[in-house]
């Protein structure tokens, strides 16, 4: 048995073969794990539970929803992307949303779960920005709109974020060596788990002598990735298309 790591994912209507390729993950691997844990930027955009049920999501909803009624825990850490999946979800799905960093003890291991935006902390102009998304006050005005202009703002901020993304040098866009140190400082943990930057890999460094990992999920862009825990350490596992489908333009 093994604890299954997942993130950035970005489903959308666009990439159908990521959501196909997800929802065989659940069938195949995903049912005999002790847990999975999804941490953000799920979906390509979320903006509000009440999508869950539409043509777009019910798939995946239903599949979680599947999944976690056989027992298998589902735990969901909000990204940049999804920060407005809220109670109706948790309801329908039965996934349990978690808020960052989120700590547990991962077979004996003081682990630390994150998105990782928070981390980059040189992305000033970013941060303010997140700081205003996240705030109840903007949530509740914002989900108070009709879907129609919720999608449409989600649509221009993604817009002006690429735009500004463009033009950022790329080391300003990555994790501040300083904001991880006190995070797994403060939260007494020696592995900090996190995406979002989609530069997968395995970082070990010391804080005060103390040995410490920090793993960055992968993207799934094409093929899928997961990271898989057990007591004997972990691996990552690529996942493809079975059936690799032409995109059609
Ligand atoms: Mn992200």
């Not at 019910?58 to 999804?82: C, F, H, K, M, W």
């Not at 902390?121 to 509740?140: A, I, M």
């Not at 992968?218 to 990271?227: E, I, P, R, Y």
């Amino acid at each position: 048995m093994a604890t299954l790591f997942i993130s950035d994912l970005h489903l959308c209507s666009k990439r159908p073969l990521i959501t196909e390729l997800f929802l065989d993950f659940l069938k195949q691997d995903a049912v005999s794990a002790d847990a999975l844990y999804i941490l953000g930027d799920f979906y390509e955009f979320w903006v509000g539970d009440d999508i869950a049920m539409t043509e777009e999501y019910r798939p995946i909803t239903e599949a979680l929803q599947a999944l976690t009624s056989r027992g298998v825990p589902v735990y969901i850490l909000p990204g940049n992307r999804d920060f407005l999946l809220g109670k109706d979800f948790e309801t329908l799905t039965g996934c349990k949303i978690l808020t960052e960093p989120y700590r547990l003890d991962l077979y004996g291991r003081p682990t630390l779960l994150m998105h990782g935006d928070s981390l980059c902390t040189d992305d000033v102009e970013y941060q303010k920005f997140r700081k205003q998304v996240r705030d109840p006050g903007w949530q509740t005005g914002f989900l108070a709109k009709s879907l129609q202009d919720r999608i449409d703002l989600f649509n221009k901020y993604r817009r002006i974020s690429m735009e500004v993304t463009a033009n950022k040098p790329t080391e300003i866009m990555d994790t501040n060596q300083q904001a991880i140190d006190q995070v797994m400082q403060q939260h007494d943990a020696t592995l900090l788990i996190h995406g979002h930057t989609h530069r997968p890999d395995e970082h070990h460094f010391e804080i005060n002598k103390r040995a410490m990992i920090r793993i960055v999920l992968a993207d799934w862009d094409g093929d899928g990735s997961v990271l898989r825990v057990d007591k004997d350490g972990w691996t990552v596992k690529k996942l493809s298309a079975n059936q690799p489908k032409p995109v059609i333009h």
